[in-house]
């Protein structure tokens, strides 16, 4: 039975291409400094981002981590989305590690802040209170759907957090997608950010790896933060020439998988017994209520029909498209769905 993989967009396998440019990297130990194919794909992020420097990094999560450790101290506070990957899905890092009090303020349902609500959590100078050193936003938001912040959503946090003499961090895993459903250069929504981050390995496909961006400044001291994480990485050219390929030819085809989200979200608002509003799905994630049953024994059934999907939270189901899966996948996908929810509620919610 083929499967037809919906749990996330970090399931894709590279490319051809980059298999190939893999086999061929030229590499030298990158704690150096010497290894010229992250050299390289350090400066096409920076220059992709609008920054003057970048550093490679293992993943997402640590992307998030030493970007915080870099603009906290101990005892400081970092003002997130109550819904971000941040607070939710990164075991508490910045709190472990940095001692960084986590405030959240909530997510709309495109992943926006309220401004008001951003500029009341920024704390006074006070004897007692810790001091406000970070803003995160998240672009595209995962658990919002992949709602998409624009430049100017962006620069009305930023601004608040700048006044108040905090630092801005864009957690932008999927900040490519944002700029693809924008139709704009990413250094666009980027502008305003202290650092920013992207994965490679969502949307763009690569095995592993994810970039933090900033001024030459800032990401010296996140590149000392990596290394005191024990993200120092040696002859990583061999997994950056991944990145160099995705950033060269898998960053405009993220528009067909917003448009197979779209058609997927289409076509599963109108099935019985799921919830989905399909006008909110701006990128390639599909984030949908199951009305009739617990959302696990919907996601168990379309399981054994080969349609793999995840759990975001308590009676929703998520699916995310990604390099791999065509129109053709969606529809089998959707009908699918539809056998399901057309098919014998068995459990209780
Ligand atoms: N998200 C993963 C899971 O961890 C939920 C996924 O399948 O979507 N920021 C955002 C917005 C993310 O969605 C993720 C990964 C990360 C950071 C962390 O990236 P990695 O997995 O590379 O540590």
């Not at 101990?74 to 001692?99: K, T």
């Not at 996601?299 to 793999?308: C, M, N, Q, S, T």
Request: charged fraction near 25%.
């Amino acid at each position: 039975m083929p499967i037809i993989d919906l749990r996330s967009d970090t399931v894709t396998k590279p490319t051809p291409e980059m298999r190939r440019a893999m086999y061929e990297a030229e590499v030298g130990d990158d704690v150096y400094g010497e290894d010229p194919t992250v050299n390289r794909l350090e400066a096409m992020a920076s220059q992709r981002m609008g920054k003057e420097a970048a550093v490679y990094v293992a993943s997402g999560t640590m992307a998030n981590l030493v970007s915080g450790l870099t603009h906290c101290g101990r005892g400081d506070e970092a003002v997130v989305g109550h819904r971000s990957h941040m607070l939710l899905y990164e075991v508490a890092s910045l709190a472990a590690f940095g001692g960084v009090q986590m405030r959240s303020v909530p997510n709309d349902d495109r992943g926006m802040l309220d401004p008001n609500t951003v500029e009341w959590a920024m704390r006074p100078d006070d004897a007692h209170q810790p001091r406000t050193a970070m803003v995160a936003v998240e672009n595209t938001h995962n658990r919002c759907s992949g709602g998409v912040l624009d430049a100017e959503d962006i620069g009305v946090l930023a601004e608040i957090a700048h006044r108040h003499g905090a630092r801005f961090h864009i957690d932008g895993a999927r900040i490519w997608n944002a700029a693809v459903a924008l139709g704009v250069p990413p250094a666009e929504l980027a502008r305003p950010a202290d650092t920013v981050s992207f994965c490679l390995s969502k949307g763009l496909s690569c095995p592993v790896g994810s970039m933090v961006c900033g001024s030459s400044e800032t990401i010296q001291r996140v590149r000392k933060n990596r290394k005191m994480v024990g993200g120092g990485m040696r002859q990583a050219g061999v997994i950056a020439a991944a990145g160099i390929v995705a950033l060269e030819t898998m960053v405009d085809r993220l528009a067909e998988d917003h448009d197979n989200a779209k058609r997927l979200a289409r076509g599963l608002a109108r099935l019985p017994g799921i919830g989905l509003d399909p006008s909110r799905v701006q990128s390639n994630i599909v984030i949908f209520d199951v009305q009739d049953r617990p959302a696990e024994a919907f996601i168990a059934a379309l399981k054994e029909k080969g349609v793999l999907a995840s759990f975001p939270e308590g009676g929703r189901v998520r699916m995310v498209t990604h390099y791999g899966i065509n129109a053709e996948d969606i529809d089998e996908a959707l009908n699918v769905a539809e056998s399901v929810s057309r098919g014998k509620v068995s459990g209780r919610r």
